[in-house]
């Protein structure tokens, strides 16, 4: 849909009309939306992350029970794991582009619908390769459905309030996805077959395809423009040999291969940029590349990853292998993450809609520091409660002042036709951040492997990751200002209706 007579439309203030960030079709029930109507709907569209995410973990504490009962070699079951980071971190931009052309309702359903298709013949798989193909369809299926979501949480909202508000709750039940999904697969290695990693997804599924219906707001006409295959096929060769080299990293190590790989990343990044100068519709539109909210919130959700994501996984196998816990206790071990999210929501939100992005940003940069600097003081004989808890609960409650504020932040000012490519921008940074903290991780562990056990490589590990924290400090001076996310004037041209 182009503008409406007459040209573009300066919105002076962008939250009174909350057409100028999402499509007209999307919005034609947003306002009408009770609170309470609201919320139920937010709820339903953070399934998408949250089964996006927790399908990660739930399958990993899985894999040694599926490779024995399919006797998978070593190498299949990790391309059991690998397929699915892959794709879902290099797909999930061109989906956003998708979303943004075909619409995010139909997407929305069709992708939930084919997840769900993909889970069960997982959970029927008869062999190794049957296995890997429908975990690819499944990430395939999450590449769309989580841009999708976010497109239509976009639509729900009218002002900074109401955003602030949609997004904590987005927030606390996505990002519960990684640590639910460690819990629930402990659930599944201690008390069912390893078939149910897979089929849990299925009841869940099936209530959210009953209540969309009732609750998705309509859809919008298929937009002019196509798709920019050579820009498409050039970032997903980009991304996809990238998050390859990084989960390949602790297999590998850091030898030619590894070396050849980053840089055939790199002419591949400049190789997209050129197709992007030169392509009539891109897949990044400039307004996109430009929007210096969207590259703060973006940059802060690569980071806060990459430092955080040790803490789930490597956190487990500690709890596992060092203190002797089973797989469903590890789990719980961690759930005070998801405890400090539920309960600084409501703090991140008021704190971003009274003084703008950067002050909660910077809280939630100070907590995950501390907790990771209090983790990395881990020794052998280190006890849960006394030494293990407090870390985890101060890096928990700096993950929702992160990502609730980037998220907010890099979706305020994008224009409507570009929601969904914003929405895959930032959440392929959080796979390949994910990715990119995991490699180092591991590398840490294998090089100090030779000499020492686990509890030896935590202490590097976390102050590791606490170091990551810097550059997103600098991040939260240099991009982000108080206007990201409050209404102000804006440049004509800048927002459309």
């Known amino acids: 849909m182009g503008p409406p007579p007459g040209g573009p439309i300066a919105v002076a203030d962008p939250w009174t009309n909350v057409t100028a960030l999402v499509p007209s079709g999307l919005t034609q029930r947003g306002p009408t939306l009770t609170a309470g109507r609201r919320r139920r709907l937010i709820v339903l569209l953070a399934l998408a992350p949250f089964l996006a995410n927790a399908d990660a973990g739930i399958v990993a504490l899985a894999l040694p029970d599926l490779q024995r009962d399919l006797a998978m070699t070593v190498t299949g079951v990790h391309w059991v794991t690998n397929v699915y980071v892959l794709l879902l971190g290099g797909l999930q931009i061109p989906g956003g582009r998708i979303v943004d052309i075909v619409g995010a309702r139909r997407l929305f359903l069709g992708s939930l619908v084919v997840f769900a298709l993909a889970a069960a013949a997982c959970g029927a798989a008869s062999s190794g390769g049957m296995l890997i193909t429908a975990r690819a369809v499944q990430a395939g299926a999450a590449a769309v459905l989580v841009p999708a979501a976010m497109a239509m949480v976009m639509a729900t909202v009218t002002t900074p309030a109401e955003r602030a508000r949609s997004l904590t709750l987005w927030a606390t039940i996505g990002g519960a996805g990684s640590v639910s999904g460690v819990l629930l697969g402990g659930?599944?290695?201690?008390?069912?077959?390893?078939?149910?990693?897979?089929?849990?997804?299925l009841p869940v599924i099936a209530v959210a395809l009953l209540a969309a219906p009732r609750l998705l707001p309509a859809d919008c006409a298929t937009r002019a423009g196509g798709i920019d295959l050579p820009g498409t096929l050039t970032l997903v060769a980009g991304l996809f040999t990238l998050v390859h080299t990084l989960v390949n990293i602790p297999e590998r190590g850091w030898n030619q291969i590894t070396y050849l790989a980053?840089?055939?990343?790199?002419?591949?990044?400049?190789?997209?940029?050129?197709?992007?100068a030169r392509s009539r519709h891109p897949l990044f539109p400039i307004t996109v590349l430009r929007d210096r909210g969207l590259v703060a919130g973006t940059l802060g959700v690569l980071f806060v990853s990459a430092a955080t994501a040790p803490v789930v996984f490597i956190?487990?196998?500690?709890?596992?292998?060092?203190?002797?816990?089973?797989?469903?206790?590890?789990?719980?071990?961690?759930?005070?993450?998801?405890?400090?999210?539920?309960?600084?929501g409501r703090t991140c939100r008021r704190l971003l809609t009274r003084y703008g992005p950067r002050p909660p940003y910077l809280v939630g940069c100070v907590l995950i520091a501390a907790g990771l600097l209090l983790l990395s003081g881990i020794a052998p004989g280190t006890g849960y409660?006394?030494?293990?808890?407090?870390?985890?609960?101060?890096?928990?409650?700096?993950?929702?002042?992160?990502w609730i504020t980037c998220e907010a932040t890099a979706l305020a000012s994008i224009l409507r036709k570009s929601v969904g490519i914003a929405a895959g921008i930032v959440q392929s940074a959080g796979q390949i951040g994910a990715a990119m903290g995991l490699a180092v991780?591991?590398?840490?562990?294998?090089?100090?492997?030779?000499?020492?056990?686990?509890?030896?490589?935590?202490?590097p590990i976390f102050a590791t990751a606490a170091?990551?924290?810097?550059?997103?400090?600098?991040?939260?001076?240099?991009?982000?200002?108080?206007d990201q996310t409050e209404a102000e004037p804006r440049r004509p041209g800048l927002v459309r209706q």
């Open 187 to 201: 659930l599944v290695v201690d008390q069912l077959d390893w078939r149910w990693a897979f089929y849990l997804n």
């Open 385 to 402: 409660l006394t030494d293990l808890l407090p870390g985890i609960v101060l890096t928990g409650a700096g993950l929702p002042f992160i």
């Open 441 to 459: 991780a591991v590398t840490i562990c294998t090089a100090h492997g030779a000499h020492s056990g686990l509890a030896d490589t935590m202490p």
């Open 315 to 344: 956190g487990s196998l500690y709890l596992q292998q060092v203190l002797d816990f089973s797989p469903q206790a590890a789990g719980l071990a961690l759930l005070p993450m998801v405890g400090a999210v539920l309960l600084l």
């Open 262 to 276: 980053l840089t055939a990343t790199l002419l591949l990044g400049a190789l997209f940029l050129i197709t992007q």
């Open 467 to 482: 170091l990551i924290m810097i550059p997103a400090l600098v991040n939260a001076l240099l991009g982000f200002r108080r």
